[in-house]
């Protein structure tokens, strides 16, 4: 059964570090999203892409933010800057119609 | 405003009894959708069910919804201490037409063999 797969599965980071994570979508998925989990708190939305442009972000979705889909299997998200604060998991997902399925998940941990 | 609030947070039972984990929710949604997430691990798809039905199966997993009180609920029956996880609710984002999840808080659920 295809499956949204994502790497590195750890990340350690110094503060005010770049960091890249990585998504493989499922092939024929049009909609794409980064969700991240803070320990201990809610699954946040962070932004949605498709057509090849992010559709909507959110708040937390700032400039040290970004995505990118350098070719037709990937779909990346970047920050430029990390802060202690963007510790988490961080979760792609994507989705033709109806559900959202989702990849494993990177754990970042900035240090 | 808070969207998509399971109760209760936490759960315990004993293998092969039912578990009910019930979902609110604040405003007007096309579908809803619950997950499992294992400790640490990601999120599984379990179940998608949309504004105009209102109880669905698979496998062991029963969803209803009521569109009226803005709720849902999760029943798994004959639990396994497998199905021990995190249960989240998630429904597309209250402020745009778009697809976006907003999740809850989840039901803790501990099945003790």
Request: proline share 4%; aromatic share 10%.
């Amino acid at each position: 059964e295809p499956e949204v797969t994502q790497t590195p599965s750890h990340q350690v980071t110094q503060m005010g570090q770049e960091v890249i994570l990585r998504c493989v979508p499922i092939s024929n998925h049009l909609y794409f999203y980064w969700y991240r989990q803070i320990l201990g708190q809610k699954v946040e939305f962070l932004v949605s892409f498709y057509n090849n442009e992010i559709s909507e972000k959110s708040e937390i979705f700032d400039d040290q933010f970004s995505v990118e889909r350098p070719d037709g299997s990937n779909f990346t998200l970047k920050i430029r800057s990390t802060k202690l604060e963007d510790s988490a998991m961080y979760f792609c997902a994507s989705r033709l119609t109806g559900e959202q399925f989702f990849g494993p998940g990177t754990r970042l941990t900035v240090l | 405003s808070q969207q998509g609030e399971e109760d209760p947070q936490a759960l315990s039972i004993q293998e092969g009894e039912n578990a009910t984990m019930n979902c609110s929710y604040k405003t007007s949604i096309n579908n809803l959708q619950w997950y499992r997430q294992n400790s640490g691990r990601g999120l599984v798809h379990l179940i998608l069910i949309r504004s105009n039905e209102r109880e669905k199966h698979s496998g062991r997993l029963r969803v209803t919804l009521d569109t009226s009180k803005k709720s849902s609920s999760l029943l798994i029956t004959a639990s396994r201490a497998a199905d021990t996880a995190s249960y989240f609710c998630a429904t597309p984002r209250e402020d745009t037409g778009r697809r976006a999840l907003t999740f809850g808080s989840g039901t803790r659920l501990q099945v003790q063999p």
